[in-house]
């Protein structure tokens, strides 16, 4: 039984990372469907929250959704499962390219596929963002918080400015925690 489901995890994680290009935005919207919807391995509320803690923790975003999922499923074998999985075809990928670079971008019909691919891609971290923000919670501060962090990564990317996204998330993180500390005291207020 045990070793069904790290086959399992292995097995869907691999197909995951082998038939999803663009990364780990891409990744989730994917995950979400067959791990959330299809599978029941996790909630909806699950994956979003991992989301959110797979962005502000180091490594790939995808590799820490499956990492959670498996060990969600398994324990510690069933996140190395699952890590493999979605690995393991970005690298053999990867490899078999490394081996003919020089020639692959040549070839006309894979440039052309690459520049689909950008587009699909897009569209599908546009889908992520779209998902999230019909899961978050709705109240003025979030949507305060969504409209302010939005305004300055356009604002960031039209002007070329040199500023990290991880900034933006810590930015957002002190001014969540200072929020809450200043619902705290207001409230302990009233008590007293």
């Given at each position: 039984?045990?070793?069904?489901?790290?086959?399992?995890?292995?097995?869907?994680?691999?197909?995951?990372?082998?038939?999803?290009?663009?990364?780990?935005?891409?990744?989730?919207?994917?995950?979400?469907?067959?791990?959330?919807?299809?599978?029941?391995?996790?909630?909806?509320?699950?994956?979003?929250?991992?989301?959110?803690?797979?962005?502000?923790?180091?490594?790939?975003?995808?590799?820490?959704?499956?990492?959670?999922?498996?060990?969600?499923?398994?324990?510690?074998?069933?996140?190395?499962?699952?890590?493999?999985?979605?690995?393991?075809?970005?690298?053999?990928?990867?490899?078999?390219?490394?081996m003919f670079l020089d020639h692959?971008?040549?070839?006309?019909?894979?440039?052309?596929?690459?520049?689909?691919?950008?587009?699909?891609?897009?569209?599908?971290?546009?889908?992520?963002?779209?998902?999230?923000?019909?899961?978050?919670?709705?109240?003025?501060?979030?949507?305060?918080?969504?409209?302010?962090?939005?305004?300055?990564?356009?604002?960031?990317?039209?002007?070329?400015?040199?500023?990290?996204?991880?900034?933006?998330?810590?930015?957002?993180?002190?001014?969540?925690?200072?929020?809450?500390?200043?619902?705290?005291?207001?409230?302990?207020?009233?008590?007293?």
């Amino acid at each position: 039984m045990k070793k069904h489901i790290y086959w399992e995890l292995f097995q869907t994680f691999f197909k995951i990372g082998l038939f999803t290009f663009g990364g780990g935005y891409a990744m989730i919207p994917i995950i979400e469907d067959i791990c959330a919807e299809k599978k029941q391995w996790i909630t909806h509320e699950d994956m979003m929250n991992v989301t959110i803690v797979a962005e502000s923790t180091p490594g790939p975003v995808a590799i820490n959704c499956s990492t959670f999922v498996g060990y969600r499923q398994a324990g510690i074998a069933g996140a190395v499962a699952a890590t493999l999985g979605v690995v393991l075809p970005s690298f053999l990928v990867i490899y078999a390219i490394s081996m003919f670079l020089d020639h692959f971008l040549e070839i006309t019909w894979v440039a052309n596929a690459f520049r689909g691919i950008q587009i699909a891609v897009g569209l599908l971290i546009l889908r992520a963002a779209i998902h999230m923000v019909k899961l978050m919670e709705k109240s003025p501060f979030s949507w305060t918080v969504f409209g302010c962090s939005f305004a300055a990564m356009a604002v960031i990317d039209l002007c070329a400015l040199n500023f990290s996204s991880i900034s933006m998330l810590l930015v957002a993180g002190v001014v969540g925690i200072l929020f809450y500390l200043l619902g705290r005291h207001r409230e302990g207020g009233r008590k007293v």
